[in-house]
């Protein structure tokens, strides 16, 4: 079956502009997890979300991020006010579920530039 | 902080030639996985070893996990030029199993 996607796949902005990036889970996958991975850096955790429990938001790095997750589906991880530092490519993944199986599928990303 | 740490940064062998990259990390985890990422965009899942296993094997692959010293390889064998990519494992510590860290990979190159 099709795989995570995300959209879109390459993302210019202006410093201060407000970004909205897409992710697509794999049907049936009820964990998401959004990861931010800086050039020549590991990936850094930024949220999960599990079903209808309340996401883990401890990675995000400041107030300007936030996610939201429409019940077991579409997620969106928006960035207000964007700096330069926010440059990064993001990573969504999912995974069946977290007790049995902790296998991620990574989608392709998004490539955010804030010039 | 980051929990895992791979070792060497960069590697660059010969097609033919094994690969072996390097994982330390600090804290007890549930499980350890790698995975691969090409041109820096989706990672792709490679193996998952558990922290009651010690070695785990996956067609070309080799992983080993010593809990003791906090440490886990990996090898590629017989390396051909379309394993040329970055090299990740990720940690899940006790009580987190959701939660991967990440170390910044090795980067492998396998010239032809």
């Known amino acids: 079956g099709a795989g995570v996607s995300q959209s879109p796949s390459n993302k210019v902005t202006e410093k201060g502009k407000d970004v909205e990036l897409r992710c697509d889970p794999i049907?049936?996958?009820?964990?998401l997890y959004w990861y931010r991975q800086r050039l020549g850096q590991g990936l850094e955790f930024l949220i999960y979300?599990?079903?209808?429990?309340?996401?883990?938001k401890s990675g995000l790095p400041s107030d300007r991020f936030s996610a939201e997750r429409t019940g077991e589906s579409v997620s969106t991880l928006t960035i207000q006010r964007t700096q330069q530092e926010d440059s990064a490519v993001y990573l969504c993944?999912?995974?069946?579920?977290?007790?049995?199986?902790?296998?991620?599928?990574f989608g392709p990303g998004t490539r955010l530039t804030v010039t | 902080s980051q929990q895992g740490e791979e070792d060497p940064q960069a590697l660059s062998i010969q097609e033919g030639e094994n690969a072996t990259m390097n994982c330390s990390y600090k804290t007890s985890i549930n499980n350890l996985q790698w995975y691969r990422q090409n041109s820096g965009r989706g990672l792709v899942h490679l193996i998952l070893i558990r922290s009651n296993e010690r070695e785990k094997h996956s067609g070309r692959l080799r992983v080993t996990l010593d809990t003791s010293k906090k440490s886990s390889s990996l090898l590629i064998t017989a390396s051909r030029a379309a394993d040329t990519a970055s090299y990740f494992c990720?940690?899940?510590?006790?009580?987190?199993?959701?939660?991967?860290?990440f170390g910044k990979g090795t980067l492998l190159t396998v010239n032809p």
């Open positions: 979300f599990q079903g209808n429990s309340a996401p883990d």
């Open positions: 049907s049936g996958h009820t964990a």
């Open positions: 993944a999912s995974s069946l579920d977290t007790t049995y199986r902790y296998e991620q599928y």
């Open positions: 990720a940690t899940d510590a006790r009580g987190s199993n959701y939660k991967l860290t």
